[in-house]
T-cell receptor, first 116, second 113 residues
């Protein structure tokens, strides 16, 4: 069965430093997508970055990059030059084909606190 | 322009009541979803509709009934509310492909007393 795991319930980082949020997944399907979302304290879900299982290069979006290691089934999010506004809950998610359609399942999240 | 909007933002009600949450998207997406986020922030898919057709129905009590009058709207009706239904309910939409991100509404915080 497909599964997504975030082992860090909480993380601290100093402002302007880089931080890596861990995500591992389990699927036997060759085709899948990996997503990261940010949920600030205001509650909305914000899409950050996507990595496809066949993508050769690691995805990058501004200060966000995805360290995709397919053989290890990991898709860690790297945030460079952390800002106070990065303090939020971060969710890793796996999209895969389940039956007639595809599903997006979420990890349990990592709460990131950026300290001044 | 709000891409995915859901109403109401907050819903406080008593056990046993029936309530509805409405969702609309103006992104032209074919697929819409309901997710439930519990008190530990875990997000779980409940339902998914593609072009008004129900395509995902996770193990959700049948007190929950989604309805999609057209592909831009997906509503959630909950009968006989229970304390355990208290959560944040998110509506989302996407195109169907594996690489398409879900766009979420701002959530409806349901509190059952």
């Amino acid at each position: 069965a497909q599964k997504i795991t975030q082992t860090q319930p909480g993380m601290f980082v100093q402002e302007k430093e880089a931080v890596t949020l861990d995500c591992t997944y389990d699927t036997s399907d060759p085709s899948y997508g990996l997503f990261w979302y940010k949920q600030p304290s205001s509650g909305e879900m914000i899409f950050l970055i996507y990595q496809g299982s066949y993508d050769q290069q690691n995805a990058t979006e501004g200060r966000y990059s995805l360290n995709f290691q397919k053989a290890r089934k990991s898709a860690n999010l790297v945030i460079s030059a952390s800002q106070l506004g990065d303090s939020a809950m971060y969710f890793c998610a796996l999209r895969f084909y389940g039956g007639a359609t595809n599903k997006l399942i979420f990890g349990t999240g990592t709460l990131l606190a950026v300290q001044p | 322009d709000t891409a995915v909007s859901q109403t109401p933002k907050y819903l406080v009600t008593q056990m046993g009541n029936d309530k509805s949450i409405k969702c609309e998207q103006n992104l032209g997406h074919d697929t819409m979803y309901w997710y439930k986020q519990d008190s530990k922030k875990f997000l779980k898919i409940m339902f998914s509709y593609n072009n008004k057709e129900l395509i995902i129905n996770e193990t959700v009590p049948n007190r929950f009934s989604p309805k999609s009058p057209d592909k831009a709207h997906l509503n959630l009706h909950i009968n006989s509310l229970e304390l355990g239904d208290s959560a944040v309910y998110f509506c989302a939409s996407s195109q169907g492909g594996l690489g398409s991100p879900l766009h979420f509404g701002n959530g409806t915080r349901l509190t059952v007393t």
